[in-house]
């Protein structure tokens, strides 16, 4: 596969934006190209169009495929495993919140609610922080909940209410809340 200067652009670019995210350059690159490609790529041609070293593409493939950006397919006559990106950018989208809530999200919140029961129990822990903490629970309960009945909705419904979410809000009063 040869890269485009505007392919090139796009595929630095998300690999800075992974290194930004937490996620090693090279898996974020890796997943550009697997992106972009029309076809499914072995790991082979991929070190060769991103000069990477075999171990660092070996190492993006398996992240990727634990995050479900990544799936493997076999042709007939060949040996190697060909790899392709999620297509539809909302699966995409979708595969990358999922992973991140189930990786920081969620552990988190059970962070803080083992920080707020053990505070509310020991009697040391000042009010004012066992209020803040259990501001912040709440707070994030409400947006895990949020989540969780919004991604049971129909693929339709769920792109409506993210188009009419904007909408919404330009019709709101600026500061208030």
């Not at 595929?11 to 076809?39: C, D, F, T, Y």
């Not at 479900?68 to 042709?75: E, F």
């Not at 009697?123 to 501001?135: D, H, I, S």
């Not at 693929?155 to 600026?174: C, D, E």
Request: a positive charge.
């Amino acid at each position: 596969m040869k890269l485009t200067p505007a392919m090139q652009d796009f595929i630095l670019h998300w690999g800075e934006m992974g290194a930004r995210w937490g996620v090693n350059r090279s898996v974020a690159q890796v997943h550009a190209l697997l992106h972009l490609s029309p076809k499914p790529l072995p790991a082979d041609e991929i070190v060769g169009v991103l000069g990477i070293a075999r171990s660092n593409v070996s190492t993006a493939i398996k992240e990727l495929q634990a995050w479900k950006l990544v799936r493997v397919s076999r042709k007939l006559g060949d040996r190697r495993d060909h790899f392709t990106s999620v297509d539809d950018m909302f699966d995409l989208a979708r595969a990358v919140v999922e992973g991140r809530r189930a990786r920081e999200f969620t552990p988190t919140i059970d962070a803080v609610r083992h920080a707020l029961e053990a505070a509310e129990a020991d009697g040391e822990t000042p009010e004012y922080v066992v209020k803040r903490l259990r501001e912040t629970l709440e707070v994030m309960e409400t947006f895990d909940c949020w989540y969780s009945e919004m991604i049971k909705l129909p693929r339709g419904t769920q792109t409506t209410l993210l188009r009419m979410g904007a909408g919404l809000a330009r019709l709101l009063p600026k500061g208030a809340g």
